[in-house]
């Protein structure tokens, strides 16, 4: 199964609410991973610490060949990350980046976003494809307007619909995927340098996130060089 056929499997049945925030089973996206791609396995890329003693913790899944990160801040039941976390919390975050990784892939990636069920992919967020990586993608957004291969790795989000600034963390997200190099991860920074210091400004946890992801695929595609 590909990318378009897993984005549309329903995850309600096995999903969680906690503070207002949406949990998927890890287990059952682990379990719904293996069916669609039996070779699919995922690993713990080194931890990230803060000068505050906070911990974020990544994970990375490979499935159908592409391989994707998640990041998450080992947090507390407030959903406040926590200092010098203990091996309980660390374990518990790892297992969220799996499944947050896991969507990556499609399956539940709609209940980031705050659906309640399956939808088009948002017309907030456009992701436009890299000319020369148009034959190699295999889970392009489903709309033909999405892409223009006169703008390489551009991202364009729409700051007047919704929060802005998590449209802008998924589609670094979705885009991220693409990269194939290092030089892919740099170019798709240099291109929306400009959208990044705006979030920076606005949110500079989910700067942060990005910033994060960037450094952790750019040296997972120096290991595959």
């Known amino acids: 199964m590909d990318y378009k056929e897993l984005r549309k499997i329903d995850v309600s049945k096995y999903t969680e609410k906690k503070n207002g925030l949406t949990y998927l089973s890890w287990a059952w996206a682990v379990d719904q991973l293996l069916l669609a791609d039996p070779k699919a396995h995922w ?5 990230q610490r803060w000068g505050n003693g906070t ?5 990375t899944v490979v499935a159908n060949d592409i391989a994707r990160t998640a990041q998450l801040p080992v947090m507390d039941y407030r959903n406040k990350p926590i200092a ?16 947050k990784a896991i969507a990556l892939h499609g399956i539940g990636l709609y209940i980031y976003n705050g659906e309640d069920v399956p939808p088009d992919l948002g017309e907030d967020v456009t992701v436009h494809k890299p ?22 790795w551009q991202l364009q989000v729409d700051k ?20 194939k190099k290092p030089d892919d991860v740099n170019n798709i ?3 929306n340098k400009k959208l990044f210091e705006e979030l920076q ?21 120096k290991g595959n060089v």
């Open 55 to 59: 911990v974020m913790v990544f994970c």
């Open 201 to 221: 400004t606005a949110d500079e946890k989910k700067y942060d996130e990005i910033f994060a992801l960037f450094k952790t695929t750019k040296n997972d595609l």
């Open 43 to 47: 690993f713990y890329p080194e931890f």
């Open 189 to 191: 920074y240099k291109v």
């Open 160 to 179: 007047t619909k919704g929060d802005w600034t998590v449209a802008t963390v998924e589609a670094v997200n979705m885009l991220i995927g693409l990269a």
């Open 131 to 152: 000319a020369k990586q148009a034959t190699k993608v295999t889970a392009p957004p489903p709309k033909e307007e999405f892409f223009d291969d006169s703008e390489p």
């Open 84 to 99: 010098e976390p203990d091996s309980f919390a660390v374990n518990t975050a790892m297992q969220r980046a799996l499944a």
